[in-house]
């Protein structure tokens, strides 16, 4: 899996509990919502590293094994994205989703998030453009598709279509809550 | 765990101690617990400047030396400035320093001195204890 983040620590050859302490450290001077990637031989930190990121609120996404090495894949708490309002008016739930997926009309999926989260679960067809990346790329967009923003909690997603909208995108809608609580089919890139 | 609290009673002094104390301590203060360490009894050697440096292995478990030399573990001089670069809170048992005839200058800088008052005052609320 070739995935992208935003920082790599190097924590191989240390034994617990320096991997956790080596990544909280690093994990300070990193933005909130950036993705850091943590390579480790320490094999009790695959279960170490999820624990950490539970109890400290960050995101942990997932563990590529390569060789001896893990990489362990963390997202930076935002706590912009721990806030309830939503401004994009058009909302569609994940029952809703599901259903005009098994439906017969073509709909486009966009999803918001880094791409290391993409990475290790996304609906399949879903096309990845992180939320910071939609300004330069929303061309890429076809403006008369049926747009559904998807994100992990709806957040990035009502910034995304609100943008979107302001592009002269009509059809968009946010998709809520996102892939923290979605049940249905999904895919990770090999 | 922002919210949580840890406290630990270090009562023994061999290297097997030391790391059961520190691991757990430092992996609790990363995880962003608030944690203190009461030091009582030869649980002072941890602490004690030249001793933390040169703990014993327990008497017939020598050939884990090799061990914690090939699993490249993080030294007890090194854990406890990890510790402290954490902000976890050491504390010297003032009862056994005197019954030792140490002084608070013969242990690591930045430490604190209490008795057992000072240990159940930290610990009253405190979500973890241990003792090891």
Not at chain 1, 51 to 71: F, I, M, P, R
Request: proline residues 3%; glycine residues 8%; aromatic residues 6%.
């Amino acid at each position: 899996m070739n995935l992208v983040a935003n920082e790599t620590l190097d924590a191989k050859g240390l034994a617990c509990p320096m991997p956790i302490v080596k990544t909280k450290k690093a994990i300070k001077n990193l933005e909130p919502g950036h993705v850091i990637e943590v390579h480790a031989t320490d094999k009790g930190s695959t279960a170490d590293i999820k624990a950490w990121s539970e109890s400290t609120g960050h995101q942990y996404l997932g563990t590529v094994e390569e060789g001896d090495v893990l990489k362990h894949y963390i997202r930076k708490a935002s706590e912009a994205e721990t806030s309830e309002e939503k401004k994009h008016g058009d909302v569609l739930d994940l029952d809703g989703l599901r259903s005009k997926i098994d439906g017969d009309e073509t709909i486009s999926i966009l999803d918001v998030r880094e791409p290391a989260e993409y990475a290790f679960g996304h609906i399949p067809g879903a096309i990845n453009i992180p939320l910071g990346e939609l300004e330069e790329r929303f061309e890429e967009l076809n403006k008369d598709d049926d747009i559904h923003v998807i994100c992990r909690t709806g957040s990035r997603s009502d910034l995304a279509a609100q943008k979107l909208s302001e592009k002269g995108y009509q059809n968009v809608k946010n998709i809520v809550p996102g892939m923290k609580e979605w049940q249905g089919p999904t895919e990770t890139n090999n | 765990m922002a919210d949580t609290k840890v406290a630990i009673i270090a009562a023994n002094g061999s290297l097997f101690d030391a790391y059961k104390v520190f691991n757990v301590a430092t992996a609790a203060a990363a995880s962003d617990a608030e944690v203190g360490i009461f030091f009582t009894f030869e649980g002072l050697n941890l602490i004690h400047k030249e001793g933390h440096k040169n703990l014993p292995i327990p008497e017939g478990k020598e050939h884990f030396k090799e061990g914690f030399e090939k699993t490249n573990v993080p030294s007890i001089e090194e854990l406890v400035g990890i510790a402290q670069e954490l902000g976890i809170k050491l504390i010297a048992c003032q009862m056994t320093m005197d019954v030792m005839g140490l002084e608070k200058d013969e242990f690591v800088d930045g430490i604190e001195v209490g008795g057992a008052a000072s240990y159940i005052e930290y610990a009253k609320d405190a979500n973890i204890s241990l003792t090891f």
